[in-house]
């Protein structure tokens, strides 16, 4: 069973950047889509970014594309979010995923704990 761990959540004004990490344990996910979501308050938890096992295709939500950029390392079974231009509704929770999806949360099967990504104005 794999186990997934966010990091590099913070505190940050518009405009800035964030590099959120999500290491993988338990099994190698080399073989898996991965993917991140988020969850602001009082909202229902949305699809981010994914990446195909061999990097060949990425996918993102409207709300992120040309901000955020995703990458996987599956030397170090590990994962990235590149956040620039970073927004106050960009606040969220933000979850790491494994699994054969692209964009759907039902496609993912391995969740981490999540990381608080807050934007101030």
């Known amino acids: 069973q794999v186990q997934l761990v966010e990091s590099g959540g913070g505190l940050v004004q518009a405009g800035g950047s964030l590099r959120l990490s999500c290491a993988a344990s338990?099994?190698?996910?080399?073989?898996?889509?991965m993917g991140w979501f988020r969850q602001a308050p009082g909202k229902e938890r949305e699809f981010v970014a994914s990446?195909?096992?061999?990097?060949?295709?990425?996918y993102y939500s409207d709300s992120v594309k040309g901000r955020f950029t995703i990458s996987r390392d599956n030397a170090k079974n590990t994962v990235y979010l590149q956040m620039n231009s970073l927004k106050p509704e960009d606040t969220a929770v933000y979850y790491c995923?494994?699994?054969?999806?692209?964009?759907?949360?039902?496609?993912?099967?391995?969740w981490g704990q999540g990381t608080q990504v807050t934007v101030s104005s």
């Open positions: 990446i195909t096992w061999n990097s060949d295709n990425t």
């Open positions: 995923a494994a699994g054969g999806g692209r964009t759907l949360e039902a496609e993912f099967g391995a």
């Open positions: 338990g099994r190698t996910v080399s073989s898996y889509s």
